[in-house]
């Protein structure tokens, strides 16, 4: 038996652009003794350029 699954979330700006992402990816096989990985990656591309 195996199985796979993806978990994406994004964190979107009004005008669409991508600022943030998390991702993560499981895996699960085996029969008699199931094995499990699993892989989270985050990217965050935002910076703040305010006239301060």
Do not use: T, W
Request: charged share 25%; hydrophobic share 40%; proline share 0%.
């Amino acid at each position: 038996m195996e199985r796979y699954e993806v978990l994406a979330k994004r964190i979107v700006l009004q005008d669409g652009k991508i600022i943030a992402e998390a991702k993560s990816v499981a895996k699960a096989s085996g029969d008699a003794e199931i094995k499990i990985s699993q892989s989270v990656s985050v990217n965050i591309s935002y910076v703040n350029k305010s006239n301060s």
